[in-house]
């Protein structure tokens, strides 16, 4: 099994920055891929990015291009979201998920094998 706990969420203003970390923990040696969700009250939960195994790959979806970016740390196990140029619109709960090796690449945007607890962003105007 694998745990993925999130941290640095918080309160911003529109146009501020926040960077979110994801420390996983357990059978790490078993992901190839990490990620992160997000679910706004009354939303279905949303894919945001991802960052493959070798060979490195980033996908992120159309809402955030050029204003997140996600990393990865494999040596620490961690994952990380830059969030520049928050909206209101970015507000909700953000999930890091990870995705099994042998698993096809694209499943993580639909279909992750582990989630994280959520944190919280919320971008005040």
């Known amino acids: 099994q694998v745990q993925l706990v999130e941290s640095g969420g918080g309160l911003v203003q529109v146009g501020g920055s926040l960077r979110l970390s994801c420390a996983a923990s357990?059978?790490?040696?078993?992901?190839?891929?990490m990620g992160w969700f997000r679910q706004a009250p009354g939303n279905e939960r949303q894919f945001v990015a991802s960052?493959?195994?070798?060979?490195?790959?980033?996908w992120y979806a159309d809402s955030v291009k050029g204003r997140f970016t996600i990393s990865r740390d494999n040596a620490k196990n961690a994952a990380y979201l830059q969030m520049n140029s928050l909206k209101p619109e970015d507000t909700a709960v953000y999930f890091c998920v990870a995705l099994r090796r042998f698993q096809p690449t694209e499943a993580i945007k639909t279909d992750p094998d582990w989630w994280g607890q959520g944190t919280q962003v919320t971008v005040s105007s």
């Open positions: 960052m493959s195994g070798f060979p490195t790959g980033t």
């Open positions: 357990g059978r790490t040696s078993s992901i190839y891929s």
